[in-house]
T-cell receptor, first 110, second 115 residues
Framework: DQQVKQNSPSLSVQEGRISILNCDYT??????FLWYKKYPAEGPTFLIS?????DKNEDGRFTVFLNKSAKHLSLHIVPSQPGDSAVYFC?????????FGKGTRLHILP | GAGVSQSPSNKVTEKGKDVELRCDPI?????LYWYRQSLGQGLEFLIY????????KSGLPSDRFSAERTGGSVSTLTIQRTQQEDSAVYLC?????????????FGEGSRLTVL
C-alpha cells in the first residue's frame, strides 16, 4: 500500500518556465511534508517542507502548496534552471516515520 | 567529516554471502534511518532508530535483514544469505528531531550488487 504517490515518473520543462511536480497521499495523519532532490550517485538533499497547518511555503524559486482536503501537494519551481534537472521525491512524516514517494525525474530543456 | 558517512560505497558479493553496511550519522543526531532504492524505484523505508532503539522495523523485507545501532551513533545493516533481489543502493540518513521537523541528511549510499 503506497501511502505517498508521485504518479508522474518524468517531466520535461523548458528552461525559464514553471515546473510543477505533484504528489498525493492517503494517510490523513501525516503532519509534515517534505521535498527532496536527488542527483545521480548522490544522496537526496532536502529542498523545502510544509507543516500540515499551512497551505503554502515559499523559499526563493521553490514554493510548496498543500491541499489537505484533496490530500495533495505540489512543488512549483519558477523559473526553471538547467541545474534543476534531477529526481524529486515527495515525503510525508508522521511520528518520525518518513515515507517517500517513488520520485519524478525532471528534465529542464534548453 | 560533517556529513553522514556510509561504507562501503560499493559492494559486490556472491549470492548466499552475508554483508554488513555501516552508517556514521552526523554527530548529535538522535534519529537514524535506513532506506533502500532499487533500480528504477523510489526510496523504500527499511528501519528507523531513535537513539539505540528501533521503534519501527516494519520496512525490513525479510528476517535475513537486521540492523543495530550502538552508543546512539554508528549503525550497521546486516543482510544474511544475500539474494539477487537485494541488489540496490542502501541509503542512511540522520536527523536532529525537534529542530529540523523531520529534515533528513542523507549519506551517499552503499551500492550492493549480488551476483
Amino acid at each position: 500500500d503506497q501511502q505517498v504517490k508521485q504518479n508522474s515518473p518524468s517531466l520535461s520543462v523548458q528552461e525559464g518556465r514553471i515546473s510543477i511536480l505533484n504528489c498525493d497521499y492517503t494517510n490523513s495523519m501525516f503532519d509534515y511534508f517534505l521535498w527532496y532532490k536527488k542527483y545521480p550517485a548522490e544522496g537526496p538533499t532536502f529542498l523545502i517542507s510544509i507543516s500540515s497547518i499551512k497551505d503554502k511555503n515559499e523559499d526563493g524559486r521553490f514554493t510548496v502548496f498543500l491541499n489537505k482536503s484533496a490530500k495533495h501537494l505540489s512543488l512549483h519551481i519558477v523559473p526553471s534552471q538547467p541545474g534543476d534537472s534531477a529526481v524529486y521525491f515527495c515525503a510525508a512524516n508522521r511520528d518520525d516515520k518518513i515515507i517517500f514517494g517513488k520520485g519524478t525525474r525532471l528534465h529542464i530543456l534548453p | 567529516g560533517a556529513g553522514v558517512s556510509q561504507s562501503p560505497s560499493n559492494k559486490v558479493t556472491e549470492k548466499g554471502k552475508d554483508v554488513e553496511l555501516r552508517c556514521d550519522p552526523i554527530s548529535g543526531h538522535t534519529a537514524l534511518y535506513w532506506y533502500r532504492q532499487s533500480l528504477g524505484q523510489g526510496l523504500e523505508f527499511l528501519i528507523y532508530f531513535q537513539g539505540n532503539s528501533a521503534p519501527d522495523k516494519s520496512g525490513l523485507p525479510s528476517d535475513r535483514f537486521s540492523a543495530e545501532r550502538t552508543g546512539g551513533s554508528v549503525s550497521t545493516l546486516t543482510i544474511q544469505r544475500t539474494q539477487q533481489e537485494d541488489s540496490a543502493v542502501y541509503l542512511c540518513a540522520s536527523s536532529l528531531l525537534g529542530q529540523a521537523m523531520g529534515e533528513l541528511f542523507f549519506g551517499e549510499g552503499s551500492r550492493l550488487t549480488v551476483l
